[in-house]
Structure formats: C-alpha cells, structure tokens
C-alpha cells in the first residue's frame, strides 16, 4: 500500500487516520504493519464502502482538502469498489535498532549463512558480500548508478538491497544507501577492517523531502539537521530544487528535534 510522505507525517502527528482505495479486492489486512520512512503504521480496519456514503468527517480525517476532493480523487477506475483503510503510527521502525546493534562472531555466522542462501537462491549468483562492498565504498550514490556498475536493472537491485536492509546491515538515505554499523561488522570479519570516513554527526536529512531538495542541501554542504537548523526559512528557499514541500517536511523534522529554521 503506497502512502505519499505528506500522508505519513500527518499519520504519525495524529492528523490522518484513514485512507481511502478504489481496488479490486483488499490489499491489506487488519494487524498489518507497513514500515515506512516515518516508521510503523498499522492497519487498523478495512471495510468496503460506497462512495455516496462519505461524509466530510471522512475526508478530515483522510487528509483531503474536502468532500469533494476526496471524491475526485476516487473518481478513477469507477469499476472498483472503495475500501475505508484505518491507519495508526505504531511506532519507530525495528530494524533502526537492529542497524545499530554490533554483532559477536557467533552472531556473524549466522548473518553469513543467511546471506549464503540469498546467494544460492539467486539466478544470478552470488551478490551479497560484492553488493555491501560496493555500498560501503559508494555511500550516498544513487540506486541507479549502482546498479549500473553492476550492469542489472535497478528494481532488481533496489529488492535485493531491500533484503539486506531487512537483515540490519544496510540503511537507506535520502538519496543512496550506506552501510550500517551492523553491515560493517560484518563486511570487516569477511575483508578485513577497512578504513572508513568518519560517520557525520547529528541527524540525517529525512528521506521525505525528495532527491531535488537532498541534492541542493548537500551542494551547500548542509547534510544535517543540525545543519539546516543554521538556515533562515528564505535562504533555503533560495535554492533551486527545495521546494514549500520539502520545507513543510524539513520543518516537521526540525520540530520532531526540538530544532527551527534560523531567524
């Protein structure tokens, strides 16, 4: 279930808590949780309705602009019934401590015969050590671009990042990945240490406010949080590819820090 970054800020502050799908049968169940870039959101209900049937309370609560709107919005595939999806923030995703947690050399074993698996289980052979090794010597670089380097179509490679992710040892930025603290434990007992650049201090940017608005923050060297807490509202307006969108989003992510815009 795809939810747009505006929705689910406003599903985590309490704003939204519902949402609103024309499909062909139900695409969630109730228990479900999505982990998303602001953590879990639950499932809390799904029940078919009839479009006649929505109220203005519906649309409040699905975030639209109005009745209408909502409506409008549901005006395609007119041969689909609408389903009423309940929505909760459940809390911080799993795998954010599962990333920061450093593995012994038991533990190791078996991160190594899962990925051996993942090997096995490929068409295309082993991947899992040459793909950790390639994010760990480019963090920060565009799925795309990796991808290229390995000559596989980037949704290929963007699932099977996904499985890595999944196990702790990879995170994804606002704009390509890095190793986490968990996958370079684990890369080091395969290779060796290595050296690295040192991790950037504070809060990384939040993945919501889009690759345009990432990109023109990091051209101004501004890769923090902290960062951008040193910036008026106007001056990051001033820069080509940040948006009201992504200051909506850099705003909220300021707040949730106890942090502002500068001036």
């Not at 990925?115 to 010597?137: M, P, Q, Y």
């Not at 939040?206 to 501004?222: D, H, K, N, Q, Y």
Request: glycine share 10%.
């Amino acid at each position: 279930m795809m939810i747009r970054p505006a929705e689910l800020e406003a599903i985590k502050d309490g704003r939204i808590d519902l949402a609103f799908r024309r499909w062909d049968r139900p695409r969630v169940r109730v228990g479900t949780r999505l982990r998303t870039a602001v953590g879990l959101v639950e499932v809390t209900s799904v029940d078919r309705v009839v479009l006649s049937a929505l109220r203005a309370d519906d649309a409040r609560r699905a975030g639209s602009a109005s009745l209408a709107a909502l409506k409008q919005a549901l005006a395609g595939h007119p041969d689909r019934p609408v389903f009423r999806i309940g929505l909760r923030h459940a809390g911080a995703d799993p795998r954010e401590q599962l990333r920061a947690t450093v593995p012994d050399t038991a533990e190791i074993q078996e991160i190594l015969t899962g990925l051996d698996r993942l090997d096995a289980a490929s068409s295309i052979g082993a991947w899992t050590r040459e793909t950790l090794r390639v994010i760990d010597r480019h963090p920060e670089v565009r799925a795309p671009e990796l991808a290229a380097g390995f000559g596989r179509p980037t949704p290929e490679f963007k699932r099977d990042v996904r499985k890595l992710k999944e196990r702790g040892l990879t995170e994804s930025l606002a704009i390509g990945y890095r190793l986490s603290p968990r996958g370079e434990a684990v890369l080091d007992h395969v290779d060796g240490p290595r050296e690295r650049a040192p991790r950037r201090s504070g809060t990384p940017l939040p993945r919501s406010i889009g690759a345009p608005a990432t990109r023109a923050l990091r051209g101004a060297e501004v890769h923090t949080l902290e960062a951008v807490s040193g910036w008026s509202r106007a001056d990051l307006a001033a820069l080509h590819g940040i948006g009201p969108f992504a200051l909506e989003r850099l705003e909220a992510a300021l707040a949730e820090q106890g942090l502002g815009f500068s001036g």
